[in-house]
């Protein structure tokens, strides 16, 4: 008897076989648009990719550029240069009689040289450079499940106060 | 639903979860490889090494003192070659361009790829021109059009598998210039001497590994090789310069054999000028040929009667005599079997500690060291360092050890030769570093050569270091009061600068060798800083074996005063009156 009414409320088979066949192409039409979407992103990635890879091509040939020229400078104006030029312009090193001196206030002599402003953060490769071409999915997702935690904590104190 | 339907159904399913799982597995690979592969890649065969470019040396104001130039290192791509066929051609342009032996150029495009322990790539020449690089450049640009025009041609016919990449190697705009402190680094890498030595580490960065790829252009752009740290030293090239020619034209005027000029700041430690004669070029190194590359730091010597300094400044520390001690002056004195005369073996008569110095008395500083007592001395003489490392930031400083009552070298006699610096072997650096105690205070200052160093964008500042306080400040301020006085006395006339008080004192150093003192050669130093009452500058000259004269008095005094008249300008320090004029109109 039990049997009988299992039977009478069971879905035909080929209906069971359809459901079955239609839940299996949702999870892989599913998975084909994830990886539509992360192929879409990824080459989007890629091209920006070779955009960054181009313009450190670029900066790299530069910096060969600067450093030719700075040896080139270097070389202009050297001590000897310097003085040969100084000579020829019809000027002479002062003696020590021929010195007067005036106190000019707020000037304390002249700076040491400064090559960098110190700041490693101003680096110009980490401002051309976005986080979402650098990090990794797992990096991206532990951001956003800290930036939620943060939300959530700064919520909750807020209605404390 | 018939079978043909159900097995079409079931491939597409399998081959979309198939297709599914490659891209999955595939993202996650790219996603996780950071945590098998590692940061930077070991050396493998298969790897070239490529250095960072070397970072730059400045002096205090930002002139360069040692730059880099932009060469090529021309190679063969084996892979490319072998497919190609074409050791041949490649070893017939080459060497025709870069003036290489045709059979090593094609011994060398003809290697197997993977064969002499996994080898892949080699190397043509290391330091190609830009201008070579151009016409291979051309060469090969020329080949390959000829190829594709002529279909009869294979790739035997073309220049694949050659392949360059920009490196660069050191070059020195001053020439000679400082080059004492600098040392110099050699086209393959090698740092020798001074700076380059010393902080090669930090100014070689790290290098890095890039694989050889089978295609051409395998040195593209694909990877980072950050620069070394960069060097602003402390030396001023303006008075680097005018030291040179002073330190040249007297060693040449005095027929010297090497000369030594030290400036330091003794408040800071910092070496404003280090000049040597002579110097190398370090960009023809080889062509140097002396022992020492930079003897103010690498070259031992009794320094004589400027040591005399030590032992006053001591004995004044000590309570034991005052500028106004009298001493009767006998013409000897005798310390265990040792009978100490003076320099004109001459009897001065009735004496103070501050004529003493003026007329530099051995026996009236024998007499002081006798006074000061053995151990008392010699403690003395190690806080003042003397006979250890000054730790200076330049490669190849050299160190003699000081005989103390400890040593079983030491004998009583040594107590009367050291206390007018014979028989004690010190470099100029040593000098200038005990020296600074003196002229800063009581506060021996460590000299240094980098003021700061700068690294990915941080500039950090080396800092000022003391390295001991042997004397108190009244102390110092007491034997540099009695050595400006004494500097206003006949001895002293040549090294008179008019208008600045200036400490100072000669040394004239009889020269061991074989166990016995030369006749008629000495080294003649000075040592002196000031303005007196609030000291700039500390400077410290060395003549070896100069055949003018003897005398430092007559040698080197003159040269001492030139040096002052120059700093004067050069450092912008009024004449003391004026000076203290101008600050007594800023206190009103």
Redesign the interface.
Known sequence: MTQKIVQAYQQAPWRIRVQRIAAVLLVVVLIGITSGVYLYISSQSAEAGLMIWEYEKEIKSSKSRITELQTELAELTSYSRMEAKAQEMGFHRIAKGEAKFILVPGFYGREIARLSEGNPMRSGEQIVIRPAYTQSLSEWLYQKYTEVLNEDQIMVEGARE | ?NHGFRSR?GFT?AF??I??LL??LQ?VRL??R?LYEPEVPAETPGMVQVQP?RG?I???????LA????VYEVGLNLNLIAKAQNAETIARVLSQILELDYNEVYTKASTVPGSEGGVYYKVAEHFATGEQVDQIWENMNEYAKRASSDKELDESDTLVGIDWM?K?IR?Y???S?ASNILGYDTPWGDAHFGVEENYDTLLSGTPVYVKVQDSSHIF???Y?VPSGA?L?LTID??IQ?AMEKIIDEAVEDNGAELGVLVVMDPETGDLLAMATTPRADPNNYTKFKEDSYNPAIDRSYEPGSVFKIFTMASAIDAGKVTPNTSFLDTGGYTIGKQTYQNWDRMAWGPQTMTTCMENSLNVCLAWVADELGTDNFYNYLKAFRIGRSTNIDLAGEVVWPLWTPKDAQWQIELLGANSFGQSVMVTPIQMVMAASALANDGNMVAPRIV??Y?Y????QDTSVTVVNTPISKKSARTITNMLSVSMEGETYQAAVI??YKIAGKTGTAQIPEDGRYLEDVTNTSFIGWGPADDPKFLVYIWLEKPTSDIWASLVVSPIFKRTI?EL??LM?I?PDD??QN?YA??LE
Not at chain 2, 58 to 64: A, E, T, V, W
Not at chain 2, 67 to 70: C, G, M, S
Not at chain 2, 456 to 459: A, E, L
């Open positions: 639903m159904l399913s979309f979860y297709m599914a891209i999955t993202t996603q996780t950071w470019e730059l400045y002096d205090r104001y930002g002139h360069i730059a880099n130039k932009t920009p660069t070059v705009p001053e020439n210039l593209e752009a694909d980072e960069s602003v090239r303006d310069a003021k700061s700068e990915n964008g941080v500039q008019d208008g008249n004067v300008v912008n009024p004026v000076r101008l109109n800023t």
